[in-house]
């Protein structure tokens, strides 16, 4: 009996071990999934930019009534109302430019419970253009805010100033 | 028999809705307090601002490394290092003038379970000031990200420009 009990004592604090390395290692995976989704999310939103296509573009925000773009010194919210004036501001591939994302930092902000719904990103962005659109700024600074639903990332929140 | 069946087929139903009306009233009540919190945050951010306490206008923020700030042109990690640049940037309160904010617009953002955990807000800031430090914006947008932490809403990122 007591070699059994010997051997329960190293069992399962060992088991214990293995089972929480198990779910870290799980976590750190799903963590590292996230990231690289957010990511790529954003690496597709300036290749849609950069071949022109503003539609494919903002097909990474959620299309919601109630996404929000702000800007240096304005407050614009819809998706509609966005893209609306992304198409104005932007009209050809001249004014849209070479846009790209530099020293990209990504959150993940998990709830109590450890599921990860929501993120914040933030970094900078450069614009080279040959002709200038209503749009006048070519360097600047963004904070992102991401919603995952059905597996997917999309923006909610944009400023870019 | 048929009389009791009859019964249950109007109370079953009546108490369904009631029960569902109740747990609306419940959430909607649970949002509103959410609501209220951030409105009063903002608020005692401001009032903290006019009194010239740098410190506990910072309190509104998580005391974190990975808090962030993000200015017109300008990204900032960490809740001393954002501390530090408020206090050098507005060394009296002359340099800090009045505070107001306005057009203030708060999203909750429930977890898919329909916990209320993050939220974010945006608004316009005005800044009535005698002395000008090194911040030189006296008007703009800002945009912040909250989170709910043992029932304290606390800023865990700022973009203001």
Known sequence: MRKTHANWMLILPAL???LSL???AQTVAARQADEAAIKAAVTEQADAWNRGNIDAFMSVYENSP???FVGAT???KGFQPIL??????YANRAQMGKLTFKDLEIRLLP?????IEYAVATGRFHLDRTERGSA???DGVFSLV???TNGKWKILLDHTS
């Open 22 to 24: 198990a779910a870290t």
């Open 84 to 89: 609306e004036r992304y198409k104005k501001g």
């Open 74 to 76: 304005t407050l614009n």
């Open 111 to 115: 709830s109590a419970s450890g599921q």
């Open 66 to 68: 109630e996404t929000t």
């Open 16 to 18: 214990c071990l293995g």
């Open 136 to 138: 006048n700024k070519d």
């Open 146 to 148: 991401w919603r995952k």
